[in-house]
């Protein structure tokens, strides 16, 4: 049980939020310690600056805006690592692989992004929670930021999304679900991938 990290991932709006809650909530319940962990954190001096980003106050390209998500990871670095050091479970809604899909479907190398997190602690399992675009723009019709008003790049972002999932430590659940549903296969799947009874 030692250093585990389980990251939600998907499209805005895919419940990532609500099912990483459900899951630390579920994992307490049981007796296991848990910290949560959600980015972007725009509590903090990047994430100020991602916010102005996002929001339309800054032009940065989509090298600078992912090199800040990144930054904005690498803030928190030392807080998931005591974490860690001290036996709790870190749940993170959004972590490595957002950057990747996000900038990959804007245009950036992978490889170069993902080779840009390597000294941040690896999640033990990532749980895509997958939505069409068109579900994700359904339930969230007001305040979009820039990413979330872009309907192409959202399809190539699932696209990067699902290419991730295909490899080992990932596991793919069909959003569209009630959240119950999609809750009681995330719990089956992170009990499998971290041995829980």
């Known amino acids: ?18 099912q990483a ?15 949560t962990v959600s980015f972007p954190d725009y509590r903090t001096p ?12 800054r032009e940065y390209g989509p090298d600078v805006i ?14 998931i690592l005591q974490a860690q050091a001290e036996g709790r479970i870190v749940v993170a809604d959004r972590y490595l692989a957002s950057s990747v899909a996000y900038g990959e479907a804007q245009g950036l190398d992978p490889d170069w992004l993902f080779e840009a997190q390597k000294y ?3 999640p033990a399992l990532t ?3 997958d939505i ?4 994700a723009v359904a339930r969230k019709k007001t305040g979009r930021d820039r990413f979330e008003q872009d309907l192409a790049m959202l399809e190539r972002v699932r696209a990067s999304y699902r290419r991730q999932a295909a490899a080992a430590g990932w ?18 799947a992170v009990s499998g991938a971290i041995a829980l009874p």
């Open 1 to 18: 049980m030692a250093n585990v990290l389980i990251a939600f991932e998907g499209l805005d709006q895919s419940g990532k939020e609500t």
């Open 21 to 35: 809650r459900t899951l630390a909530r579920r994992l307490a319940e049981t007796g296991r310690p848990v910290t």
């Open 46 to 57: 990047i994430g100020t600056e991602l916010h102005r980003a996002l929001h339309g106050e």
């Open 66 to 79: 992912q090199m800040l998500m990144i930054a904005n990871r690498y803030e928190w670095k030392p807080a």
């Open 120 to 122: 941040l602690p690896p």
């Open 127 to 129: 749980v895509m929670i």
């Open 132 to 135: 069409a675009p068109a579900t």
């Open 171 to 188: 596991v793919a659940i069909d959003g569209e679900r009630p959240i119950d549903v999609v809750a009681g296969d995330v719990f089956a």
